[in-house]
């Protein structure tokens, strides 16, 4: 588990790490979402979109008003619909009159563990982008980059004018994206990895965390990471058959309890990717390989 770091926080003011952009964080903090989510107030010219309002606060939703003042928000841009991040778009959508822009709905409900924040049942976009279309400002270009693995339903928003990225939870900048079936893909996970390193990103701006000012050569690590744990999945198999709860004792030394849910949750994830590829198979809920 990554410790989270001591307060005092900066939540609920305005940072800006570069002209164009400007930061708030939520005051949300969890072992989800670290010290909380990162709202982003892109622009400076008069017209002004926000990135991920975060969760449906009074407190927060204040704050990306003040941070706005009296601009005009054309556009709230939402990454994906897990609960800390597009909960704030409708009342924020409802005391301004801005579109909400960006990913496309998805509701779901699991009983299995998660590591994450379930789904918002209240984003209702105006405009969904697809991948390469853009939301335009006064000075400033967002472009989606369509990056599902996380969710199916995940974009990140580059903006042309100064190389940034806005990666949502695709990328993080405190730990490991969560990949949890059934929206949850790894094969889908991994393509999108390999489509944020063929790029040329100068800088990550993640919803959780600091920003990433290395991008290509964290994306090249967070790739060899997951590759290592497909290799420790088929050298345990390779042993003998197992269910996921043995391979998760074997595999996360010193886990915290807390965690073993989440861990079997991406180790399934793995193993559902390899089954697709026809490298493991299953037996109820035993694992083995088939060569």
């Known amino acids: 588990m990554v410790d989270i770091p001591p307060k005092p926080w900066p939540t609920g003011l305005v940072e800006q790490p570069e002209p164009l952009v400007r930061r708030i964080l939520a005051p949300n903090p969890s072992p989800y979402t670290f010290t909380g989510t990162q709202t982003y107030v892109v622009g400076n010219a008069g017209e002004v979109a926000v990135i991920d309002p975060g969760p449906d606060d009074e407190d927060h ?15 709230i841009m939402c990454t994906h619909t897990h ?7 409708t009342p924020l959508a409802e005391r301004t009159g801005a579109p909400v822009v960006g990913c496309a709905p998805l509701v779901l409900s699991s009983v299995e563990p998660r590591a994450d924040e379930a789904f918002d049942p209240t984003y209702a976009p105006d405009r969904v982008l697809e991948d390469g ?6 000075g400033w270009t967002l472009r989606a980059v369509h990056t599902p693995g996380h969710t199916s339903n995940h974009l990140c928003f580059a903006l042309e004018e100064s190389g940034a990225l806005f990666t949502g939870d695709h990328v993080m900048g405190w730990s490991t994206s969560v990949v949890i079936p059934p929206d949850g893909d790894m094969g889908d996970y991994m393509k999108s990895l390999a489509k944020l390193q063929a790029r040329d990103d100068r800088v990550y701006y993640s919803a959780h965390g600091a920003p ?38 074997l595999m996360y030394k010193g886990l915290d309890p807390r965690l073993t849910g989440a861990a079997g949750m991406s180790v399934k994830a793995h193993l559902l990717d390899l089954e697709r590829r026809g490298q493991v198979g299953r037996s109820e809920d035993i694992w083995q390989t088939t060569r």
Not at 83 to 89: C, E, I, L, M, T
Not at 133 to 138: D, F, K, L, S
Not at 214 to 236: A, C, S, T
């Open 83 to 89: 609960r800390d991040h597009s909960p704030a778009a």
């Open 212 to 249: 990433i000012d290395k991008p290509r050569q964290l994306v090249r690590g967070m790739i060899g990471h997951r590759r290592q744990r497909e290799g420790q999945i088929l050298r345990l198999l390779g042993e003998g058959a197992k269910a996921i709860e043995e391979m998760v004792a």
């Open 133 to 138: 279309e853009a939301m335009i400002g006064r």
């Open 61 to 75: 939703i204040r704050a990306i008003l003040d941070c706005i003042g009296d601009d005009r928000l054309i556009a």
